[in-house]
Structure formats: structure tokens, C-alpha cells
């Protein structure tokens, strides 16, 4: 009976740790990662951020780690990988595509294009970067919260 218990116990912290696991910001422009952080960490200070200028980085980290992320916020333009590139290579490797992280892009770039693109390759969301600090603020308060309170395979 003791040994249900302790698996019932690594189950909440398994569903515990994906909902509060980092957040993986893909972006180029240090402004916007900064303001993507502050706005973040004014809303949502148990989920830190990790913060990557590229698709390239992010992937690299993505192979390696051993933490379960609980979102990747990432943009489009980027030098190396760019974002399309960074979600069409989750989508063809295995292990990163069965870590089930929601994706979202988070982009100045909104040409029907790009947004027909980022579906295709079953991105959770596109969002065009807002123009103040609190519509930032706001979207990125929806996020976490419909993320927060969303079922997916790894929560």
C-alpha cells in the first residue's frame, strides 16, 4: 500500500512540475525580451524564464534538458533558425514532439503567409506583439492562465 502512495505522490509532483516549468522565450531583440521578462515575471513569478536569441539555441537546450518547459513563446524572425524552422524541426523529431509543449508565436510579422505556415505546423497559437506594456501584459496574462488551467498529455 506504502508503494501506491508514493506513486500517487510522484504523479502530482510529475502534473505539478509541467505547469510550472519554465518558460521558453525564443526572441532576437534583447528590447523585447526584456519586456517579455518584466511583463512576465509581473504576472506569473512561478514559471521562470528561459530566454533563448534563436531557434538554434532553443533546440540545442530543448535535446538536452531534462526539465518538462510549460509553454515556448517564440518569434519568426530570427538570424540561424528562424521560428517556422525552430516548429517544423520539433514537429519532425520524436522526443521533442512527444514533450507536448504548447507553442505560440509571438510575432511583428502577421502576413497571412506566416500564419497559414504556423497552423500547419500545429502551433497553439499567433499573437502579434502589442504596442504598450499593458496589452503585453494582458496577453500574455490570457496565456498563462489558459495554459495554467489546460489539459495536455504531459499535465
Known sequence: MKHLSDLAIFVILSVEMSKTGPIILVE???EDQLLIKES??????ENFMRIFKNGEEA???????KEQPFLIICDINMPKMDGLSFRSTI???DYLRKKSI?????STTASEEAINIAY???VQGFFVK???FKELTNTLLLLVKYWKECKHPNS
Do not use: C, G, K, R
Open 59 to 65: 533546440l540545442a537546450y530543448l535535446m538536452q534538458t
Open 28 to 30: 532576437d531583440d534583447e
Open 102 to 106: 504548447p507553442f505560440v508565436f509571438f
Open 40 to 45: 512576465l515575471d509581473s504576472i506569473n513569478p
Open 91 to 93: 514537429n519532425d523529431h
Open 120 to 122: 500547419e505546423l500545429t
Open 130 to 132: 502589442p504596442s504598450t
